[in-house]
């Protein structure tokens, strides 16, 4: 079995920065691609941010300009730079990758940002 784990969230002040991480425990080959989303209370899982095989990162209108995804091909790691984070960032963050037609998910990690 293959899990995604995920590393990074906790407390952090509003402007705050936090920096998560998804590796995944066991080998996965052939990664299409990787992701992040998040799930705050009472709503339902939205997408945060992508990065595919060529690097180029996607990311949620919510998180332009705040949050940077990037990728460490050795390590198959996946990391989410947040940067100015808000309240409204609050939530669970999950990890996501696509091997072919399978689709893994992390564990989720939370984010807090309170002050």
């Known amino acids: 079995q293959v899990q995604l784990v995920e590393s990074g969230g906790g407390l952090v002040q509003p402007g705050g920065s936090l920096r998560l991480s998804c590796t995944p425990s066991?080998?996965?080959?052939?990664?299409?691609?990787m992701g992040w989303y998040r799930q705050a209370p009472g709503k339902q899982r939205e997408f945060v941010a992508s990065i595919g095989r060529s690097a180029v990162a996607t990311y949620a209108d919510s998180v332009k300009g705040r949050f940077t995804a990037s990728e460490d091909s050795a390590k198959k790691t996946l990391y989410l730079q947040m940067d100015s984070l808000k309240p409204e960032d609050t939530a669970v963050y999950y990890c996501?990758?696509?091997?072919?037609?399978?689709?893994?998910w992390g564990q989720g990690t939370q984010v807090t940002v309170s002050s």
């Open positions: 066991g080998t996965i080959f052939n990664i299409y691609a």
């Open positions: 996501k990758a696509v091997v072919a037609t399978t689709v893994y």
